[in-house]
């Protein structure tokens, strides 16, 4: 025999040549094969082993290089296959060299790897059977073990052969785990290892049940006493076979410690395994092995059968928990879970750990043997070092398990009894929903809800931790992956089935989130109703200070975190594919809100319904809660939209008294009626236009379509609104039914400001609306301050008839409380500071609304003006206010309502009349003490913007004769106005003549004292033009004036001074006689007594007071004060006519004194404006008129003349224009230029300026002018 060739030379030659075969080329030196050789040589007892081995590895190399060579030559004949076949296990039973029997093994599998042949199985088979039986020990038997092993493992078909056909030899293979020799043990639990775990599992389910349950129970005991590695490997990979089968998991956890005696060798095992055993041996006879067992292979220091311990523990329990936790719990197998957590990093260790307690907290006993207290930091760390590991099944997994202990502690326990460990727990969250992967944060999101429980919370609670996990999953949300449109019409389907959509993935974390947020909101209101978590009674002095670690804190940052990011992204998300569970979070959320904080609920409320909330909720209502789908949905929708509608209608101006009856009347409508509201918007018209069905939820449209209009969200188009709503007060009518006042006033409000944009009202539904309106017995309690409504009532004469008084005086009311003023309580100066102020501001929006409404329906003024007369003074003197702004603006329609005004206004006085007559002029305070100066000031407004011509004052049957009359007669029998007046005049007569004995406080006001000038010049002027009867006069020291025009004028305020003049000019329009006033005079004007002709006849101004008057008037004309000097030259025309009447010597005497020269040459030397002034030319005219010539000179004449030519006739003002002409027109009658071509010039001028306009003087500006808190008539001031 070579080295090659598998013959043998000694007996080779006796062979028949059919069993030899020259594998290969015969020149190239191919294999010799001869299979009787080979059977020869391994039946020779004289052949050495070497030898064997040999020829074994040659033919263990036939069968790998060259396929079918070796079957070919054996099946020529069967039986000798299989008398080879017999040979080779023969030398599984005889062979002793280790390396032989390797290869008999190795050749044996290939062999019959290459008959393929079921009888060659059957055969190897039956030889192993028949030699087990045949022996009486199985000493000798390893190596057939070891084959049987692995030739089931390289033939997975013999295993079904084995289970179906050959059970008496399994049953041996059981019996031969009781031998003592633990590496038989070995090689039997190979075998079984090998056929249960076949492919396919067809084995392992064909397995006899006796066989089985036999196999559980050896197995077992093998496993207790195991000391070599290798059965302890094979024994557990069994084992891990065994426990995916239910029945076998059922036998494993019935066998007891009693049932099986264990052996006390164990030293083998690593890390205290002795201890472990004797610790097992010291478990109550009747306490379940397998659990023991398991606990001790957790406890090795090989992390390989750690992993397959935890793999087994969770495989039995995954077949039924409630029946197999109890033994593993009982056996402190949790304890030494969260052990091996606590000191491994081995991913597929935590995974199984993970995932073995994750199955045992389902039992209750887990929790009350505090296990999860126990492990709670194992579990912590393990979690915090998982989240830096690649495989992120890891971290999924442990917070899956620390979720199920979060959901199952029961609340009598408490996980976290010291602030500690809930931050602990809190910071493995934040790194849980900030990781980069959406799976995992979302399963932290998940684990954060449930540690949001109130019973988790440690004492005190640890509010900034919760704040820093809700910022943690806010701030997720921008790494969020939101559908876009184009994404969800291309593969909105496909995102949904596909699981692995990022689309999808983040939509998942934003529910959890939700669920999350959700339940920190309801913490925090539970912590808000308990006084303890509320104020955190318990928490550290130092942290008192901080802001951050407080409930108020965290409600805060719940709300900015709401309001900032998760309302914005949730819309996002569901604008195109609205998701009914995370809507119903998201309005639940919302509805938390409003408990948390309710100082900021009207500006959240505002800003939500603004935002068009309302339609929102309601779109969602009926796309997805119609047909009674998600009811919880609904009711989340439900709950948010009370909540918001309440709040905004706590913000209304409701009356007070009423204010908490609607409130509830509208809480409980919404409550009941709400749920049956799924509708969309535009199904909204028809159900308000349902005749039949209750009206309970037509008032809850109603009253929703208002406060969403309230915030500037209009639901519906206006005409619909309106319309409907016109249908829903006429058809509830129709059906004998009464809104409630909520109801009413939102149906107002709905038809006030949907009006402008709808057809008017008909007949019929005007008295529908009408009697709506009144079957309220307040009104008030309909009212809102809108203009809207003031529109609204006033557009229709049937409303405004009945309710425009009303509503005005609501609206005024309302304005008036919300302004601020004086208090009865304020001082004088106070109260005329708020007086400036209020001057000084421009024309509120109220009153600018009124103005439309009566410019658009002037029956309104009429009204108003009644409620000058007949409501209280406040409210009356805000209406005053409202007409003068009607009047003094630069309108076009002032006239003519200035007309419709003057009847009511005599009506007015004359109703003011018949009252003092009939109680007397003493009580007139208690009567119309309040009326009776608003209607005189308005009178005053009235008269200042149209003032009638002459022939309207001399027409006694007149509106304005009898007007002035009325106002006249009741000023000068008002006996208190009289004594006010007095006592102003004598404290200024004081204050003048004794200034440094009185102190500040005891002088009048400036703007007191010259109202009181005007007031009793215009009180001389009309008595003197209506002759009406005085009761009372005033006493008034001409001397004073006269002294102050004269020596004080450098030092009295300009405003005074044009008062005294325009009282002077009204006196000296009445020769100084009038009733109103008793004048007194002094020596500095009228002399000594007795007086002189002169003096007698000018009395009490005299001569000299005369001059002394007429100097200081030519001073004032100097003034470049445009008033002062229009004044000054009015009162100096009066002056030189008193003079004329009375002394014309004395009246030319004062014109031509020097002064008057050189007053005269002052005036023409100050330039062109000044030269002429309308004011200026008067006084020439005045010159003309007194002096002839002596004064005037031609020079000065045709300097006058030069002026105009150089400005031109047509640059002049209309008052300068009359007032040129009057000089031209002087001129040329007197013939003062006497040369010809002057004369020419006077008359080209005079044709130029036309025809004197009589209308001229009436189309002046008769404005009142307000100077401060003074009004000044400027037609008062007319040239």
Partial sequence: MTSRDIVCNKIHFRHDPKWSRRLGPVEGGGLLLCVACLIEMIDDEDIASVRKSSALSSVSGVLKYSPGALRELLQQDHRVCLHFTAKLLGMLQTAEDPVTLEKVDQVLVQLLLELQSELSFRFVLDEIHKQLTEQLSVKHFLPTFSFLGNLIKAAPTVSQSLVTHYVPLLDRLCSALLFPDEALKGAVVYVWLQLLGAPGGSAAQSLPSAVRDRVCNVLLKTLANASSPQLLRYCVGLLSQLVHLADAVSVLMNSLSCQVMCDENEDILANNSQSLSQNQDQQ??????????????????????????????????VHSPSQYSAPFINADVPEFLFDRLACSSNEVLLWSAYSCLLLLTEEPLFFS???????????????????????????KQGLLLLREILERQPASVRLFPSGAGFVAVSEVLVGGVSSSCLLVATQAASVTSALFRLDHQSRPVQYEAIIKLIEAITNRFVNLTLPSPAHLRSSGRMKRSDPSSQALRSERFLLQALVCFQSACRLAEECASDPVLKENTFTAPYKHSGAQDSLESLCQCLLRCCDAVWIPTVIRMCERAPSAPILQNFYSILSSQFTLLPSLMPAFANKLASSGFYRLAVEHKGLLCAGNRNPN?????????QKLSMCLLSQSDLPSGSHQHDLKEVENLLLHNLPSLCYRLSEWPSVLCEYQGPQAPKYCLVIMLYLALQQGDRLLPDQIVFSNVVWLLRSVQEQGCVPSHSVLRSALYLLALTQDKSPSLDGASLNCISKALSSCQSFSSLYFHHPALIHFMCRYPELAEKFAALVLELWLTKEQDTNTGPTPADTQEEKESHADERSDQKTDTETMELLSVMEKYPAVILTLLDMVCTREAPLAERVLGVLEVLLGGQRGYNINLCTKLRPALLQALQRVSVVNTDHGFEQEYAAQVNSLPLVLKLLCVTQANDPPSSPHYSNMEGVHFKLLYHAVSMLLSNSGLMDQLQTVFSSSSSSSSSATSLSPSACPPLALLCCCHLLLSSLITLQRVHSTQVRKSITWSLDTAVQRLLTQKRNTDSLLLISYLRLLQALLDTDLASEVVCLTSGPGLVGLRPLGVEDGALYPLGSRG??????????????????????????????????????????????CQPWSRFLLHSLLSSGQSCLLHPAILRFIILLLQDSGTPVLREPDLLQVMEGVERRGVKELSKEAEQALRLLLTQIQSRDLLPREEHKQKVKNMIEELGEPDESCRHSQSHDVLHVGDVPLCLSDFVL
């Fill in 284 to 317: 109550p006879p009747d306490h379940c092995l397998l659990p023991l067992i398991l606990k001790k292979l957790l406890l090795s220091g090989d992390e390989n059968l750690q992993v397959t311990s935890a793999k087994c523990i969770a495989s039995v329990l």
């Fill in 369 to 395: 043997q505090c296990h999860s207290v126990y492990g709670m930091e194992s579990l912590v760390r393990s979690l915090k070092e998982s989240l830096q590991l690649t495989n992120l099944e890891v971290p």
């Fill in 633 to 641: 949905l609904n009711a989340s929708c439900c709950g948010f939209l």
């Fill in 1106 to 1151: 005369a001059q002394c008057l007429s100097i200081a008037l030519s001073g004032l004309l100097l003034q470049k004060h445009e008033l002062l000097l229009r004044a000054s030259v009015n009162c100096l025309s009066s002056l030189l006519g008193f003079l004329q009447r009375k002394s014309p010597a004395t009246a030319k005497h004062v014109v």
